[in-house]
């Protein structure tokens, strides 16, 4: 396990295809029985747009260039008009990581653009924001956090060993009053750190499992079988392993509640269905002509975030942004002509760009969805 590089600025975003075996958690509780049995399978409700279908759903616009000139890249919203992000300085030789709330800006972080800086791993509870930073002069990752009400960044620990960062929502999870992030020990191959803080400052704990894991809603972990040739789920409350079922050639990314298979033919993408860890509920959510948008599988395990490529996607890189509700079975269409997309905490999130280039970001509080 390597750390990840962090994402690309979003006007170079393509969206995803489907490749290697993947298996990642998302959010949820744990879920391993269903099924419907041989019952016929009702069609599927008419596709509609999101603002006919969710008329009180929390949406926001929020123009990507700052009252000083600079644009903002968010990193994570923390509600549909309150995004921490990132933005170069005026003079532009400093990055600085900005709490942006309507027309309002908080500087959390300023550091010079020469020494590289990295901000990444982002996460949130009610009180406090969190997340990981490096630089070239000093390569090893510091976890910092602010408080949401205010105030100065503090830095909350430099003690986070070979930190692993994957790109997706769970790379910082808080629970229990605690930080906790995955790790690689130096001299162990085939094991896996999870350390933890507590969310105020403190000692850092870790504890070994044996494998390689990455975190999921906590106290998830997931093997995705690169290395063990089994793919499962471990819950480290009770250290029960769950087997993943794997079949055919599908492409797998799994959570404790579904899985996305990406069923592929000899060459080509066939469809995209979800399914239960166990195998069972399996259900066609799209065709192969979609792709899915984001890493992480079933936000707030009811929402799968799909692209659909148009003849033009591969010059503009502009997709339409789709969203499949578990619940309703519906296929709904949110953006014609999203750049990319971006999804933390039950905040969905993309860009879009004008004629002359001017970008905006888009968001739908997925939470607020009845």
């Not at 396990?1 to 949820?28: I, N």
């Not at 799209?286 to 659909?308: K, N, P, Y």
Request: net charge negative.
């Amino acid at each position: 396990m390597t750390p990840t590089a962090p994402a690309p600025d979003h006007r170079q975003r393509r969206w995803p295809a489907a490749a290697a075996l993947v298996v990642a958690l998302a959010a949820g509780s744990f879920l391993l029985f269903g099924g419907t049995g041989d019952a016929p399978t009702p069609p599927p409700p008419a596709r509609t747009d999101a603002k006919s279908v969710w008329p009180g759903a929390k949406r926001a616009d929020l123009p990507a260039a700052l009252p000083d000139g600079p644009l903002f890249t968010p990193t994570i919203f923390l509600d549909a008009t309150t995004a921490v992000g990132t933005a170069p300085s005026p003079a532009g030789d400093q990055s600085r990581l900005l709490l942006r709330s309507g027309s309002q800006l908080r500087e959390l972080r300023r550091l010079p653009l020469d020494g590289n800086p990295q901000f990444e791993a982002f996460t949130a509870d009610d009180n406090q924001i969190f997340w990981a930073e490096s630089t070239a002069g000093s390569p090893a990752v510091r976890l910092w956090t602010a408080d949401r009400s205010g105030g100065p960044a503090r830095p909350l620990t430099a003690d986070t060993g070979r930190a692993v960062f994957f790109g997706n929502q769970y790379d910082l999870v808080v629970a229990d009053g605690e930080l906790h992030w995955a790790a690689a020990p130096g001299d162990v191959a085939e094991a896996t750190e999870i350390r933890s803080i507590p969310v105020g400052g403190g000692k850092v704990t870790v504890r070994t499992e044996q494998g390689q894991w990455s975190q999921s809603a906590w106290p998830w972990l997931v093997d995705d079988g690169s290395t063990s040739g089994e793919p499962r789920l471990r819950n480290l409350a009770t250290s029960r392993d769950v087997k993943i079922a794997v079949s055919g050639l599908d492409v797998l990314t799994c959570g404790p509640v579904w899985c996305r298979a990406m069923v592929m033919g000899e060459e080509t993408l066939t469809r995209i269905d979800l399914v239960r860890p166990d195998g069972g509920d399996r259900r066609k959510i799209a065709g192969g002509a979609a792709q899915s948008a984001i890493t992480d599988v079933a936000v707030l395990d009811r929402f799968e975030i799909l692209s659909e490529p148009g003849p033009d996607t591969d010059l503009t890189g502009a997709a339409a942004l789709v969203v499949y509700d578990i619940t309703t079975g519906r296929t709904v269409d949110v953006a014609p002509d999203a750049d990319g997309a971006f999804a933390r905490g039950g905040m969905l999130w993309w860009s879009t760009t004008t004629g002359d280039e001017e970008i905006t970001w888009h968001t739908l509080d997925l939470r607020t969805v009845p």
